[in-house]
């Protein structure tokens, strides 16, 4: 399935200071935010149920699907439209088998070899990073930096042929240019996106620091 990773709002009740989810969710997808992850480590089954149906019932009628992290029970139980899956949690194939081919799965990057088993299984995307230092992922890895994302990206085209690649960690409106010129084919942000009261604001100036890096990197000579 085509999958639009360019503005990928990741929403955690973490970030959220006693916000609706769905709420803020709704206002990034209202500020050009393209994919939606629902991240809640801490909560229990049914709280994050309760929690993705929320905000699937809030991105109705916005064709922005709702992905939900490392759980693929979550995501049946919910009508997500698929999964993201990091290396720890279930075995990609096993997700697709379970969520059946029209679902949406997203697979974690973090190193070059991680990319055989992305290149053997049938998913819609990645994301890759850390690309810089982050306070929103209690086991972040070192941070790849731009050379390091590039390097890996290169890889990745290599391996995952035209399949989209993200970039997360770090990321907002001043920087995200520079991750899509090296190579990055959307971005995932939390506390650029989140962080703030105003979120449609953030996702807009998100949005458009990355469509004018994807427009100056395809007209950029061969």
């Known amino acids: 399935m085509t999958v639009d990773i360019s503005l ?26 393209t994919l939606i992850q629902l991240r809640a480590k801490n909560e ?4 994050m149920v309760r929690e993705a149906r929320a905000i ?5 009628g916005t064709n922005v699907p709702l992905l939900i992290n490392d759980r693929v029970d979550v995501a049946l139980a919910a009508g997500a439209d698929g999964v ?8 990609l194939s096993d997700a697709r088998r379970l969520l ?3 679902a949406i799965i997203g697979a974690t990057l973090n190193k070059i070899e ?21 306070q ?52 995932a942000v939390i506390g650029a996106l989140f962080g703030g009261q105003d979120i449609t604001a953030a996702a807009h100036a998100l949005r458009e620091a990355v469509d004018a890096a994807l427009a100056r990197r ?5």
């Open 8 to 33: 990928y709002g990741i929403v955690d009740p973490q970030i959220a200071r006693g916000r609706s989810l769905a709420d803020m969710a709704r206002e990034a997808v209202e500020g050009g935010a």
């Open 44 to 47: 229990t089954t049914r709280e």
């Open 56 to 60: 699937r019932s809030a991105l109705h």
């Open 84 to 91: 993201h899956l990091g290396a720890d949690d279930m075995k």
């Open 100 to 102: 059946g081919p029209r």
């Open 114 to 134: 991680d990319l055989p088993e992305l290149a053997a299984a049938k998913i819609d995307y990645a994301c890759a990073g850390a690309v810089f230092s982050t």
């Open 136 to 187: 929103h992922k209690d086991d972040a890895k070192a941070p790849l930096g731009i050379e390091g994302y590039s390097a890996l990206r290169r890889a990745a085209a290599q391996a995952l042929g035209g399949l989209p690649v993200g970039a997360i960690a770090g990321i907002d409106a001043g920087n995200a240019g520079s991750v899509i010129a090296a190579g990055a084919d959307g971005v």
């Open 218 to 222: 395809l007209a950029a000579p061969v």
